[in-house]
């Protein structure tokens, strides 16, 4: 059976206000969805509410045809992992400790680390390509190494599906392709992955698809690359004249 994460007729957002309306998506095993669209438009919303962290104003997020809310927090640590937008300032612990957190849900805080979490934590730690610096204090590293940090603590928690904000934030071209590569291989490996992105050049090369949001909370536009990013859709959302839509996607 091909794992699944549905969002049915979903209206997001905070208390009884919806900044989203109406979305439908889905994402597949192997499969990278990207979530664009101007600020306030509802990214980390949707983000939020598919990991389970933000219940819905209304719809339902489906896991294999099981909703979310219905699972016990560790059934949706093996399904889902976040990476939030805004990091919190590191600790100094190793690059090997703070990628281990990501097994703290699935074996509770004061569980005795097993030899499925050691496994789990050093083959992230090789997928994230910081086993040479595993010893090493998070407080020391740069930013794009850190960033590779928490993906590679998303990976340990060994979720089939990654949610992650802007995972290429504050970054550098080299770091932010690096980082999508990364999501590239994850993605081959089987696990489904939405992440919001503003960077439309990186979306339009790293994409399966793209769902494009208005700032008024809808999709404004869905589909592959091509079909999505194009200057009377963009225009549209961002308010920008066809001069300037032409320079976010070149």
Not at 87 to 114: I, K
Not at 195 to 212: G, M, Q, T
């Amino acid at each position: 059976m091909i794992n699944s994460l549905e969002l049915c007729d979903i209206s997001a957002g905070y208390g009884k206000r919806a900044v989203t309306h109406n979305i439908n998506l889905s994402v597949g095993e192997g499969e990278i969805l990207v979530l664009a669209g101007p600020n306030g438009s509802g990214k980390t919303s949707i983000l939020k509410t598919a990991g389970g962290l933000l219940p819905p104003v209304q719809g339902r997020v489906m896991i294999n045809g099981k909703e979310i809310r219905g699972l016990k927090p560790r059934e949706r640590a093996a399904q889902t992992a976040f990476l939030f937008q805004t990091r919190e300032n590191p600790w100094p612990f190793t690059v090997r400790e703070t990628v281990a957190q990501g097994r703290y849900l699935r074996r509770g805080w004061l569980g005795a680390e097993t030899i499925t979490d050691r496994e789990a934590i050093e083959a992230a730690l090789e997928k994230a390509a910081l086993s040479p610096i595993s010893d090493r204090l998070v407080t020391e590293l740069s930013g794009g190494e850190l960033q590779r940090v928490y993906i590679a603590r998303s990976i340990a928690q060994g979720a089939s599906f990654l949610l992650l904000d802007e995972p290429e934030n504050n970054l550098d071209p080299k770091y932010s392709y690096m980082i999508l590569s990364l999501i590239t291989d994850l993605a081959r490996e089987g696990r489904g992955i939405i992440l919001s992105l503003h960077d439309l050049r990186l979306a339009s090369r790293f994409a399966h698809r793209i769902i494009l949001l208005s700032s008024d909370g809808i999709i404004a536009a869905e589909g592959g690359a091509e079909e999505v990013l194009r200057e009377e859709n963009l225009s549209g959302v961002y308010g920008l004249s066809s001069d300037l839509v032409k320079g976010l996607v070149l």
